[in-house]
């Protein structure tokens, strides 16, 4: 059955956190490294899996950052100060800040080609805040119908009332949805329901230049 709606996850597979890390300190008020700040945004946009410098006290926590604001805040805070920052605030509100994702180089061509053919689009992510600003930013808010995000539905992927609340609002079946995502555990999900999947690596932004195209063009478009 051919494909006539499309879902996307957004960190990694849409826009990618690349924020200016100019200003980090370590607890000693030290700049931090090169190589410790590329560990420091592995950890902060890991998909799945606990990351590392989160208390233990907090674990039984962690699986539910996506659904509560104010405790993705003390999570977030807590593993960057686990992890060496010394003004761990500092990179959060940065986090949370649409200047500081970038679209990956097809991005926008990706929702052009599916709003030329009448396909809608949603946007499904695990996430606490609203990121149509980061959407509106790079002139692409348009080109999505509706966006899913956990924190506002109250589930998280890869629960399958997420993907199915999405194809509801995009009105088409599962069967008929493509999801497009970066994590075969959270993103796979979807398969549940009856959806296609197809997963991208979520490289650097430079290193990615037409991840989605292909997979755009592996069903038709």
């Known amino acids: 059955m051919s494909i006539r709606g499309v879902l996307f996850d ?10 200016d890390l100019s200003g980090l300190v370590d607890h000693d008020g030290r700049p931090l490294a090169g190589e ?13 899996g606990r990351p590392e410098g989160l ?6 926590n962690w699986h539910r950052r996506d659904l509560d604001p104010p405790l993705h805040r003390e999570l977030y805070l807590a593993v960057l100060d686990g992890s060496g920052v010394g003004n761990p605030e500092l990179l959060y509100e940065r986090m949370l800040d649409p200047e500081n994702w ?18 809608p689009v949603g946007v499904v992510s695990n996430i606490a805040w609203d990121i149509r600003g ?37 009105g088409v079946p599962p069967e008929q949805v493509l999801m497009v995502g970066d994590s075969e555990e959270a993103d796979g999900g979807a398969a549940e329901i009856g959806c296609s999947v197809a997963i991208v690596d979520p490289l650097p932004v430079d290193q990615r230049p037409d991840a989605l195209l292909r997979v755009l063009a592996e069903n038709g478009w």
């Open 10 to 19: 957004y960190s990694g597979t849409l826009f990618r956190f690349e924020p």
């Open 36 to 48: 410790h700040q590329a560990e420091i945004l592995r950890r902060m946009t890991a998909p799945t």
């Open 55 to 60: 208390p233990e006290r907090l674990y039984d």
């Open 102 to 119: 970038y679209p990956y180089p097809d991005t926008t061509e990706a929702l052009k080609t599916l709003a030329r053919a009448g396909i």
């Open 134 to 170: 980061t959407f509106e930013r790079a002139g692409v808010a348009d080109l999505v119908s509706e966006f899913v995000l956990s924190y506002q539905e109250g589930a998280i992927k890869p629960d399958a009332r997420l993907f199915t609340v999405a194809c509801e609002r995009i």
